[in-house]
C-alpha cells in the first residue's frame, strides 16, 4: 500500500500545511473551512408515491446509500457482479491411453489367435518368450527399487524349459523343471558375496513359481484334443472379467473393494467381471469345448472373476510395495508384460483345474 492509503483523504477535511498568507489556522477558521470545503450529499429526488413528509423523508434517506453518489466528488459505486456459476463436474476419464491399449491389445490377440490354431509349438514358444520377458521385468524392479538381486540366466533358462516339459511331460515334467531351476537359482547366487544371500533366493525361488510355474498350465491345456479351444476359453474368460469390471466400475463405481491395495477398483466392478465372466464362461462351454455344459460355464466364469481379480490385486500389492505404477513400459497404454499377465498367471492353474474336472485331460 501507498502512503496516501493511510491517511484521510484531502477532500475530507484534510488539514495540510498552511499556504503563504493564509490565515492562521483557529476554531473559527477550521469551522468556516469544514462548511465551505466539506461536500453536501446529493440525495436524488423519488417520485411522489404518496404517503406523509416523513415518509418521503425516509424514502429519499435510503434511497442516498443504495447506489447514488453521496457526495459531489465521489465516484458512484460499481454494482456487484453476480458470482459465476460453479464449473460443471468432469467427466471420468480412464487412466490410460485407450487408443495404445486397444491397438496394443489387438496386435497381441492377433499373436496369440494365429499362432493357437496354427501351430501349437509356435504358440508355446510364445508363452515361453512372454515368461521370460516378465522374469526380467520382475527381477529388474526388485533389483532397482528394493536392491534384490536375483539371478536372471538361470530363471530364464529354466522357465523356458518350464514351459516345454510341461506341454512335452505334463504336471510331471513342470515340477521337476521347476525344481531344477529353483535349485539353479540357488547355486548361481553362490558365485557372489553370501551377504543377503538368504533375502536373494527366496526372491529368485517366488519368481520361479509366480511366472513361470503357474504359465505353465496353459501349455498342459494345450496337450488336450481340444487344447486349442480351452487356451481360448481361458484367454476369452479372463479378458471378458477384466472389461467387465472395467466397464462397470468405472461407470457405476461407488465403494472401494481395497482401498489399502488399489483404489481404482470396486466392488461394483467385481459384480461387473463376476457377471460378465459367467455369461462368457456359460458360452464358450456350450459351444466350444467338446462335452461342455453352460451350468458348468457359469461355475467356471465365476471362478476365472474371483481368480482374476485375486491376481490383480496380488501385484498390485507387489508395485505398491515396490512404489512404481508399472512392471515395464514395453506395452505403450499397458505397461509391462507383467501388468498383462497378472489376472492371467493365478487364472491359468483354476482353469485347468476345472475343466480336467468337468470334461477330463484328453
Given at each position: 500500500m501507498n502512503d496516501s492509503s493511510w491517511g484521510a483523504p484531502q477532500g475530507a477535511g484534510y488539514r495540510g500545511a498552511p499556504e503563504m498568507g493564509a490565515a492562521p489556522a483557529g476554531p473559527a477558521h477550521d469551522v468556516h473551512g469544514a462548511q465551505q470545503t466539506r461536500p453536501m450529499p446529493i440525495v436524488p429526488d423519488l417520485p411522489d408515491e404518496g404517503g406523509d413528509a416523513d415518509d418521503r423523508a425516509d424514502r429519499n434517506r435510503d434511497a442516498s446509500h443504495t447506489g447514488g453518489p453521496l457526495f459531489r466528488d465521489e465516484k458512484p459505486q460499481e454494482p456487484m457482479s453476480t458470482p459465476s456459476p460453479p464449473p460443471p463436474p468432469e467427466k471420468k476419464r480412464a487412466g490410460r491411453d485407450l487408443r495404445s491399449a486397444i491397438g496394443v491389445g489387438v496386435g497381441l490377440g492377433a499373436v496369440v489367435i494365429g499362432s493357437l490354431f496354427v501351430v501349437k509349438a509356435v504358440f508355446v514358444g510364445v508363452i515361453a518368450l512372454a515368461v521370460v520377458v516378465g522374469l526380467w521385468e520382475l527381477t529388474s524392479r526388485l533389483k532397482e527399487r528394493k536392491g534384490i538381486d536375483v539371478p536372471l540366466a538361470p530363471l530364464a533358462a529354466g522357465g523356458a524349459a518350464m514351459v516345454g516339459a510341461g506341454y512335452v511331460w505334463d504336471a510331471e515334467g513342470a515340477w521337476i523343471a521347476m525344481a531344477l531351476t529353483a535349485l539353479a537359482v540357488l547355486v548361481q547366487r553362490m558365485t557372489r558375496p553370501p551377504a543377503d544371500y538368504l533375502r536373494d533366493v527366496t526372491a529368485g525361488v517366488f519368481a520361479v513359481f509366480y511366472v513361470p510355474f503357474l504359465a505353465t498350465f496353459v501349455a498342459m491345456m494345450l496337450t488336450a484334443d481340444d487344447g486349442a479351444w480351452r487356451v481360448l476359453t481361458f484367454l476369452l474368460l479372463t479378458v471378458v472379467s477384466d472389461t467387465g469390471a472395467y466397464a462397470v466400475g468405472w461407470r457405476f463405481g461407488r465403494h472401494k473393494l481395497a482401498p489399502?491395495?488399489?483404489?481404482?477398483?470396486?466392488?461394483?466392478?467385481?459384480?461387473?467381471?463376476?457377471?460378465?465372466?459367467?455369461?462368457?464362461?456359460?458360452?464358450?462351454?456350450?459351444?466350444?469345448?467338446?462335452?461342455?455344459?453352460?451350468?458348468?460355464?457359469?461355475?467356471?466364469?465365476?471362478?476365472?472373476?474371483?481368480?482374476?481379480?485375486?491376481?490383480?490385486?496380488?501385484?498390485?500389492?507387489?508395485?505398491?510395495?515396490?512404489?512404481?505404477?508399472?512392471?515395464?513400459?514395453?506395452?505403450?497404454?499397458?505397461?509391462?508384460?507383467?501388468?498383462?499377465?497378472?489376472?492371467?498367471?493365478?487364472?491359468?492353474?483354476?482353469?485347468?483345474?476345472?475343466?480336467?474336472?468337468?470334461?477330463?485331460?484328453?
Open positions: 489399502r491395495i488399489s483404489p481404482g477398483k470396486t466392488r461394483e466392478g467385481l459384480f461387473g467381471a463376476v457377471a460378465f465372466a459367467m455369461v462368457a464362461g456359460a458360452l464358450c462351454m456350450q459351444f466350444l469345448i467338446d462335452d461342455g455344459s453352460w451350468w458348468q460355464g457359469l461355475l467356471l466364469g465365476l471362478a476365472v472373476a474371483v481368480s482374476a481379480t485375486l491376481g490383480d490385486l496380488g501385484e498390485s500389492m507387489i508395485k505398491r510395495d515396490l512404489g512404481i505404477k508399472d512392471m515395464g513400459t514395453l506395452l505403450p497404454g499397458h505397461g509391462g508384460i507383467m501388468d498383462r499377465l497378472d489376472s492371467l498367471l493365478p487364472t491359468a492353474p483354476v482353469v485347468w483345474l476345472l475343466l480336467a474336472v468337468f470334461v477330463g485331460t484328453g
